[in-house]
């Protein structure tokens, strides 16, 4: 499973790509706007951080503005991904950016119907946001689970589940048990992985016990 971090806060990405853990970044507008610096200034600064894909949302709601935004982010990095929205307008933009070998990431999906049109538009990854969906009273797993059997059902389609909107580490352990393909996650949610209280404490009782051996390995 691929892991992301969802932030556009470049020492956080700096920070968190030197654990080797990080396979990719995503930003949205909100996590630029949070950065408070010049969108493209801190897209290639990320784009050189990180090897892997690098999500860049278009602003534009109409396919012609669209493309003309998709085709300007893609020309930052060769490893930048154009972040779409999964509005008609977005498909379609979709397929144009696929279909010239741009990859494409169709962000703000919330049902099962919408991630099948994302996948025959060519797009690259599929976000659904699951936290969003939780936030309502509704099951944002589910969702996940439902896209990954019709995606398993037409081998052809080859587009990737990026779960998005994730808010805890259970999230990205049902996102991992059902099989999705790579979950994006907010710099604090990623740190939380490595943590469990048992591991603090017995490392705390081996290292009592070492010290009254009188020993030291280097
Ligand atoms: O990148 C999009 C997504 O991860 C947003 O998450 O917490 O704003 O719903 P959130």
């Not at 654990?19 to 507008?29: E, F, K, L, R, W």
């Not at 278009?58 to 779409?84: C, I, P, Q, W, Y």
């Not at 797993?141 to 896209?147: H, N, T």
């Not at 469990?196 to 490392?203: C, N, P, S």
Request: one cysteine or more.
């Amino acid at each position: 499973m691929k892991f992301f971090v969802d932030t556009a806060d470049t020492d956080e990405i700096r920070d968190l790509a030197a654990t080797g853990m990080v396979d990719g970044v995503t930003t949205n507008p909100s996590l630029v706007a949070k950065s408070g610096r010049d969108f493209m200034e801190v897209l290639k600064e990320i784009c050189e951080i990180v090897d892997g894909p690098v999500s860049a949302e278009v602003t534009a709601t109409d396919h012609e503005t669209m493309l003309a935004e998709g085709r300007k982010l893609a020309k930052v990095a060769s490893n930048v991904t154009v972040k779409v929205p999964l509005t008609w307008d977005g498909l379609k933009t979709c397929r144009a950016l696929s279909d010239a070998g741009t990859q494409v990431n169709v962000t703000l999906c919330f049902s099962a119907n919408q991630a099948l049109l994302a996948a025959k538009a060519g797009a690259t990854f599929i976000s659904p946001f699951v936290g969003r969906l939780d936030d309502l009273g509704l099951d944002g797993m589910e969702l996940i689970s439902e896209i990954r059997t019709i995606y398993d059902n037409y081998p052809a389609l080859s587009t990737e589940i990026l779960v998005a909107s994730i808010r805890t580490p259970i999230h990205l352990k049902q996102s991992a048990l059902i099989g999705a393909d790579v979950a994006t996650l907010p710099p604090d949610v990623l740190r939380k992985l490595a943590n469990h209280v048992l591991t603090d404490k017995g490392l705390e009782a081996f290292l009592a016990d070492w010290q009254k051996t009188g020993q030291a390995i280097l």
